[in-house]
């Protein structure tokens, strides 16, 4: 294809520093094209434009698509086919069109995986726990990654059937390892000491609303926990702000969207876009 037709699918999506870093790539090897923005609402509601935008993917009109919330999961029976590694997680952010067969994919983890052995947040001293917020699509990713990675796994959510369908949707053999427990997000207080670790998966704390932090109002925050907000804008959450003000270290979600969208800017296009380049496309734009 000389013309690529990429796109992000969400709602909402308008905050998006995706179509920045995906022009960049494409002009980074010299390919026509365009990164657009599918703002479609939530199921039931959104169900037929999210097919539509499928099939336009089908029929080759979109060459592809990255998801993110709240159709990660929505996504899951509307492709035609999973990859090995989104079955494993249960969540979409990549489709693709091979031999006429519509696929989703999932690059998150891989990108958050790299994310934090890039950064230096880890103490190779202390026991592998960290602390998950949110069981949404991108904690199962996180999860997963973690997972393969030997660290146990603490998910928190307000919702505790979320994290228990995180849990009974991992493969056997990392669930057995990983250790994984789940509690109410106003509950965490008994695994803070043991976790060395947060990975805030929410967007509570994303612009417009950059007021608002999942953390429990009533717990002091420990020093020792390290912070990996998944929220790249704005750049400092509020929750970064009080993890910083307690001592501990935080990073923000823009080393993993870099990773993320460059793993899918291969699978589109067979062409590996140089890290460098979208960091610094982002960095110019902000």
Known sequence: MNNFRLGLVGYPVSHSLSP???????????????????????????????INLLLDVKKQKISGLNVT?????????LVDELSPTARAIRAVNTVYLRDNTLIG???????????LLSSSLIDSTKPKVALIL????????????????????????????????????????LSKDALVTSTNILDIEGF?????????????????????????????????????????????????????TAGAQTINGLGMLIEQAALSFELWTGKIPDRKILTQAVQTNL
């Open 20 to 50: 920045i870093i995906h022009k960049a790539a494409l002009e980074s090897f010299g390919l026509m094209g365009s990164y657009d923005l599918f703002p479609i609402k939530p199921f039931p509601e959104g169900k037929p434009d999210l």
């Open 69 to 77: 919330v709240p159709h990660k999961q929505n996504i899951l029976n």
């Open 105 to 115: 994919d999932n690059t998150d983890g891989k990108g958050f995986s790299t994310s």
């Open 134 to 173: 949110g069981a949404g699509g991108s904690a199962r990713a996180v999860v997963h990654a973690l997972a393969k990675d030997g660290w146990k796994i603490i998910i928190a959510a307000r919702r505790i059937a979320q994290t228990q369908g995180i849990i009974t949707s991992m493969p056997p053999h």
């Open 192 to 244: 803070l000491e043991e976790s060395q670790i947060l990975v805030n998966t929410t967007p509570v704390g994303m612009h417009p609303n950059i007021a608002d932090n999942p953390w429990p109002p009533h717990i002091d925050y420990p020093s020792h926990l390290n912070l990996i907000d998944l929220i790249y804008n704005p750049g400092k959450t509020t929750l970064s702000k009080l993890a910083e």
